[in-house]
């Protein structure tokens, strides 16, 4: 009988040793601006096979006030370069806020808010080789009908095409957004015009996501039901709505205004929403759950009692890419935290989902520091240890952000 106790106690023990798995944090590197890095990055990071990491800052004041960001590299030694500086029209894009996308070759591609051929600035899709070759793939605008401003990363292929969604621009009536496909080349298809409405979304602001047919799926932020939808085209370009969004009715329950979505080895969709209406009014943003059987469920909201101001300790305002690994949910808020009290709303967190809606808290930033960033907005990723990566858009030693690492102890 004691063996078998001793068995069950290290059992338990064992358990939560697994589910108590704490993380280090530290600065890979302090965003200084004016000193060839640039400042504020707001979009995650890649990865290459390496290990080295890829990114890019919004903003870089040069000397004469000009310039829209730097895209930059952090090696396995931790060194920083500039790989490229965005001038802004009319010979390059500017305002990059999107997390950049790396084919098995090596080759970054991205887009630009902001920017391109056309004065008026409609933004770009740009490519980087490996040996540091940049080129403009597509300069949005270009044409009667494209699509202006893209705020959402692009989607690879098998064969090399990119695909990605523009907030603006397409049908002319609306402009509330495109959906587009671009060839290896620069070609571009547009594959759907976005109409608003209550018939179909309109301006999208995130990613894409392909399947194995060739279908492909996203959200807008508004349309359908005036709040955002989920929406599904086919390889033969047929659109199809799979959830209005409507936080205010009890039939309507995953929140508002979404935005960034990921999907699971099983085929569930998980994605983020602004708002959330919670029971004692707060609006604190959440990630809804949308089952391969398109059955729909708010996973978690954050922020249970943001409507009456701070604290906000569960973290407040997701925001970036969702990171799956392992069956969990990875990713990080604008604000709350364990910094939060009644006069700070927190610098964020990074945070973990199960898939029954437990969060952890892995990490939380700081309101204000030079020693550490805050206001994660871009998610982060992991290499194979389970080691965290992540850029804050604010504070660190200069007050432009930094890129951290959390450490899987």
Do not use: W
């Amino acid at each position: 009988m004691r063996d078998i106790r001793l068995l069950i106690l290290m059992a338990l023990t064992f358990v939560i040793s697994a589910h108590a798995q704490t993380y280090t944090e530290s600065v890979l590197y302090n965003f200084s601006d004016g000193s060839g890095d640039g400042a504020y990055p707001q979009a995650g990071l890649v990865m290459d096979s390496a290990g080295n990491l890829y990114g890019v800052s919004s903003e870089f004041i040069t000397l004469d006030d000009q310039g829209g960001g730097a895209l930059f590299k952090i090696d396995t030694n931790g060194n920083f370069s500039s790989l490229h500086f965005f001038g802004g029209s009319p010979t390059d894009g500017e305002y990059p806020v999107a997390s950049l996308t790396i084919d098995k070759s090596g080759n970054l591609y991205g887009t630009t808010v902001n920017g391109g051929a056309q004065n008026i600035g409609y933004g770009t899709v740009f490519k980087l080789t490996p040996s540091g070759t940049y080129s403009i793939l597509h300069n949005f605008g270009s044409t009667a009908g494209d699509g202006q401003n893209p705020y959402g990363p692009v989607t690879l292929d098998s064969a090399g095409n990119l695909y990605g969604t523009a907030e603006f621009g397409g049908n002319t009536t609306c402009k509330c957004g495109i959906v587009f496909k671009l060839s290896s080349t620069g070609k571009e298809t547009i594959l759907h015009k976005f109409t608003g409405g209550s018939k179909d979304g309109g301006n999208p602001v995130a990613n894409v996501m392909r399947d194995g047919l060739g279908n492909l799926y996203g959200t807008t932020s508004s349309g359908g039901n005036g709040f955002g939808v989920m929406f599904k085209l086919t390889s033969k370009n047929v659109e199809s709505i799979l959830y209005n969004f409507c936080p205010d009715t009890a039939t309507c329950t995953l929140g508002a205004n979404p935005n960034y979505i990921a999907r699971s080895s099983l085929g569930n969709f998980y994605g983020i929403v602004q708002g959330v209406q919670l029971q004692d009014g707060g609006d604190g943003g959440g990630i809804f759950e949308f089952s391969n059987k398109n059955v729909e469920s708010v996973l978690y909201t954050f922020c249970g009692s943001c409507f009456y101001g701070p604290p906000m300790p569960n973290g407040d305002r997701p925001s970036g890419a969702l990171l799956i690994s392992g069956g969990n949910l990875y990713g990080t808020t604008q604000l709350g935290g364990a910094f939060s009290t009644s006069s700070s709303s927190g610098g964020g967190v990074v945070y973990e989902l199960t898939p029954s809606g437990v969060e952890t808290i892995l990490y939380s930033f700081p309101a204000s520091s030079t020693t550490d960033g805050c206001y994660p907005t871009g998610g982060v990723i992991a290499d194979k240890a389970g080691n965290l990566y992540g850029t804050t858009s604010q504070c660190g030693l200069y007050g432009y952000g930094t890129v951290f690492k959390l450490t899987k102890n």
